[in-house]
């Protein structure tokens, strides 16, 4: 049977070989770095849909901040990113949707505790229905106890998503994909040691005697190390191509300012002036906080944008090179094979 298999076709088989081998190899070249190209992407979409401009935490910070603030009776004496409670509820509701997109192309053991972190804002409902309930009061002791309360439970739900985004964080490859989420983590956990500092002042500020006991002394400090901590921190990391964002988180008054209110909060003790404490509080959109993470962010997505498009230059390349040595390989099998069985 082999005696009777032309002598072209052996050839033929014999080069066929390594061919199919060279198709293989490029076919798996190509594989590699479309699914580079697509995990780069998947990383800077995630590493955003959290924390990013339209980031849940930041939307759930900013509902919680609006929350408080009007129920104190101070709405109108701090700009945030979302103008009324409304607004403010469906920028949430976006955010929590497009997480939860996001979530759903990734690797479900990279992304643990994420789904329990999103199952919890189950509760929202009802914590708005509080918040309504509670504006319909006017504003006096009783309101801020309320708006205490309703500061803590939206802050379950900031912490929850915090922890579910740091196990994430450990999955991202690039190093300069992997600083630019630090530093927008960090942008907001500062951001919420903030609003946690500025809650605090208004919470016990307001109350009977001001900031007039030992244990409220303590409370504020190590609230106000917190913020200097967090913002130390950011301010350190920031470096190459992020640098340019901390110089105005640097200059920022408001976040200078906070620290230094809360000082004289604790050294003059008594009531505090929620005008004045509203005038040093960096959480609205065009603040120290908030503009560094969002120029961070485009950096992030700049970077983000710069791999994909190198992988799938790549790939294109490997696609490219593949046709071409394969053309090639057939040629030279196609006159080898002429030069052996013509004689023959």
């Known amino acids: 049977m082999v005696r009777r298999i032309p002598i072209r076709a052996k050839v033929a088989g014999a080069v066929a070989v390594p061919l199919v081998g060279l198709v293989a190899a490029a076919g798996i070249g190509v594989a ?12 800077g979409d995630l590493a955003t849909a959290s924390i990013g401009h339209a980031g849940l935490i930041g939307a759930l910070q900013n509902e919680r901040n609006l929350a408080v603030i009007e129920m104190y009776g101070l709405g109108g004496a701090l700009d945030l990113e979302a103008s009324d409670t409304e607004e403010a509820r469906r920028v949430t509701d976006e955010a929590s949707t497009a997480l939860q997109f996001s979530i759903a192309g990734h690797d479900a053991a990279r992304l643990a505790g994420y789904d329990e972190a999103v199952a919890s804002l189950a509760d929202l409902e009802s914590l708005r229905q509080r918040v309504d309930e509670a504006m319909a009061e006017p504003a006096g002791p009783a309101g801020g106890e309320a708006a205490h309360d309703v500061f803590a439970s939206y802050s379950v739900m900031v912490s929850r998503l915090f922890t579910s985004h740091d196990r994430f964080t450990a999955g991202i490859d690039d190093p300069v994909l992997r600083q630019g989420d630090d530093l927008v983590h960090d942008a907001a956990q500062a951001t919420d040691a903030a609003a946690h500092l500025v809650e605090r002042l208004l919470f016990l500020g307001a109350g009977p005697g001001g900031i007039d006991d030992p244990v409220e002394v303590t409370q504020i400090a190590e609230l106000r190390r917190d913020v200097d901590t967090l913002t130390a921190s950011v301010e350190a990391d920031a470096t190459g191509p992020y640098a340019g964002a901390v110089v105005d988180l640097v200059a920022d008054q408001r976040v200078a300012g906070l620290p230094v ?37 485009d950096v992030l997505d700049a970077e983000a944008s710069r791999l994909v498009d190198q992988a799938e230059a790549r790939r294109r390349l490997v696609v490219v090179a593949t046709m071409v040595l394969v053309a090639a390989a057939v040629a030279v099998a196609w006159a080898i094979s002429r030069s052996i069985t013509r004689p023959l």
Do not use: C, H
């Not at 809360?262 to 065009?286: K, N, Q, R, S, Y």
């Open 261 to 297: 209110f809360a000082g004289e909060a604790i050294a003059t003790g008594g009531p505090v002036a929620p005008d004045d404490l509203m005038a040093v509080t960096p959480l609205g959109p065009a603040d120290g906080y908030l503009a560094f993470r969002d120029q961070v962010v």
């Open 32 to 43: 590699v770095n479309t699914s580079e190209a697509r995990s780069v992407a998947r990383q």
